[in-house]
């Protein structure tokens, strides 16, 4: 284990313990970084201005990670009920966005929100004649944009569990009188549930840190903690105040991810008790 071991603290302790280090100190007169102890920084990160960015990340967020679950496991229980020979091509079209690069999937996004884009055409060559809605920089194109760059993800964590289900699980709850939608609810969808987690937190954390698609598809009209992470280091070049900021971030991360854990968990030890009842 000593060459993972090595890499993760040389690529990913080593940084994080930088940027909190750089957390403690003052911001120059002129910029930079003044070598004196605080705590100021991390104050800030409570101000209501600041505060409110990190709950308005985290809605938009929660949003495209629920509209991305929704989704993503309906495609995922589809994939999963096709034919076993048909379900390798249906996950290679799950995954080929992927093949291209994050810009370029995003840029295709205002390609087609822009008010001179393919819906709006679309939207013509129905009859449409009004003004072209305008789409493009608002909440809903972020939120678009985050569900399509990362649904791929849920629909591989959703697809994991759902391929090793026991078909005779539902069989016999149909025998019992279940109707669809019980064995669903009662049979299924728990069986499932530490793929759905694990779905939603790819999505969630991926999001919440994001700076690109509110950056492109929002006009910069949408802050959200990514940007001003971004502007703190590369803008206002208060690099303390932006070390806090990370930190706060990777916090809220690490929780989601123990909470993810700790239900992943309890949902196996469901599954166990079942199993043994059984």
Known sequence: MAPALAWLTALMMVP????LAL???RRGIYGGIEYTFTLENFGLVLDPLYAGIFLNS???AGTATLIAVVIGYAAAYAIAAAPRRWQPVFLFFAVLPFWSNYLIRTYAWIVLLNREGLITQLLRWFGYTGEPPSMLY???AVIAGLVYNYLPFVILACYAPLSRLNPELAEASRDLGASAMT???RVILPLTVPGIAAG????FVLSIGNFVTPALLGGGRFQM???LVYDQFLTANDWPFGAALAMALIAIMLLVLMAQALAADRAAGRIAEAKADG
């Open 183 to 185: 064995t669903f609810r």
């Open 200 to 203: 939603a937190v790819f999505v």
């Open 225 to 227: 903690i990514g940007n």
């Open 138 to 140: 608002t909440e809903g």
């Open 23 to 25: 957390a403690f100190f």
């Open 58 to 60: 985290a809605r938009i």
């Open 16 to 19: 994080c313990a930088l940027v």
